[in-house]
Every structure is written in structure tokens, then in C-alpha cells.
């Protein structure tokens, strides 16, 4: 069995070199690197089934925050403090961050890969003409994108300095 486990750490560790994140301000991960870290997540969660370990928690709680499925991540990494694992300070601040990207997230009511489309799509279009100090160009993504109204989202892109389309791609994308 944990010859199994080092071939899942091996995969989630060949995803998260590809994935081209940084520690801080985690982007969608690299095409290449996803399918490691879907193959990755998948053993961990049939072998959780079998035996719940903090060892194998943690490594779960690794792959869905690659994946920038905060959420998920937090509530692995809670499983894996529950079973024993490290309450180091570094740990606490980590589980603090996690929280703090679950919120952030949830109160931008954007997906990862939804706000990196809007990225693209705004970085396209203020190549071609400059910000005209409105979000406009956001709303217009918005609204042919989500099912949603996007008052709510363009009020929540507000408050991470997005005021206008210009801001939105250079303080919230
Ligand atoms: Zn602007």
C-alpha cells in the first residue's frame, strides 16, 4: 500500500512542478500539470476509502489546492490535523490561507478558470482600445458567461480594486 501512496506523491509532485505556480497568488495550473493532479487526487481519494491517514489527507489536501479548489483543500487539511498531524505555526498560517482563498473566491462568485477567462478576454480587448474607466468590457464577459445577474459580481470586483475594466485585469485577474 505505500508503494501506492509513493506513486500518488510521485504524480502530485510531477503535477505541481508543471502546474508553473508560485507560492503566493496560485494562477489555474498549467494545462500539462492537470492530469497529473486529477490522476493524483483520484488514488488518494479511493485510498482515503480504504485507510484514513493523516499522510494521506495531507497529500489530498495538496492536490485540490493545486487545483485551486479551496474548499476541498481546507477541509482535507482540517482532516489531516484532525488525525494527528503537525500544529506547527507554518501549519495554522497555512490553514489560515487556505480560509482566506475559500472566502476570497466565494465572494467574487468567479471560478479560477472563469476569472482567468475574463483575463484573457479583457487583456485582448484593451490591446485594441484603452479603458474607458468603466467596467463595460467586464459586464459584457459577464454577462454572456455566467447564469447569473453580474451586478453582484461587478460590486465584489469592486472590492478587490476593480473599478474598471483596466483595474479589474491588473488588480483582481
Ligand atoms: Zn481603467
Keep these: 500500500m505505500s508503494d501506492e501512496i509513493a506513486r500518488l506523491q510521485e504524480l502530485l509532485e510531477t503535477g505541481q512542478r508543471l502546474s508553473m505556480q508560485g507560492s ?3 494562477r489555474v495550473p498549467d494545462k500539462k500539470a492537470v492530469p497529473y493532479l486529477m490522476q493524483s487526487r483520484k488514488g488518494l481519494l479511493k485510498l482515503i476509502g480504504e485507510q484514513d491517514t493523516a499522510e494521506i489527507w495531507l ?6 489546492e493545486c487545483l485551486l479548489n479551496y474548499p476541498a483543500a481546507r477541509r ?3 482532516e489531516y490535523l484532525a488525525r494527528g ?11 489560515a490561507n487556505l480560509k482566506e482563498h ?3 473566491w466565494a465572494s467574487l462568485m468567479l471560478t479560477p478558470e472563469q476569472l482567468e477567462g475574463l483575463g484573457v478576454f479583457l487583456e485582448h480587448q484593451l490591446a485594441e482600445s484603452s479603458c474607458d474607466h468603466t467596467q463595460r468590457l467586464t459586464e459584457t464577459w459577464l454577462k454572456s458567461h455566467l447564469k447569473t445577474k453580474p451586478a453582484l459580481v461587478l ?3 469592486q472590492k478587490y480594486g476593480g473599478y474598471c475594466d483596466c483595474e479589474v485585469l491588473a488588480n483582481v485577474c
Design 24 to 26: 503566493y497568488d496560485r
Design 59 to 64: 497529500l489530498l489536501a495538496l492536490a485540490e
Design 76 to 78: 482535507c487539511f482540517e
Design 85 to 95: 498531524g503537525l500544529r506547527s505555526k507554518k501549519n495554522l498560517k497555512r490553514l
Design 102 to 104: 475559500e472566502k476570497k
Design 155 to 157: 460590486e465584489a470586483l
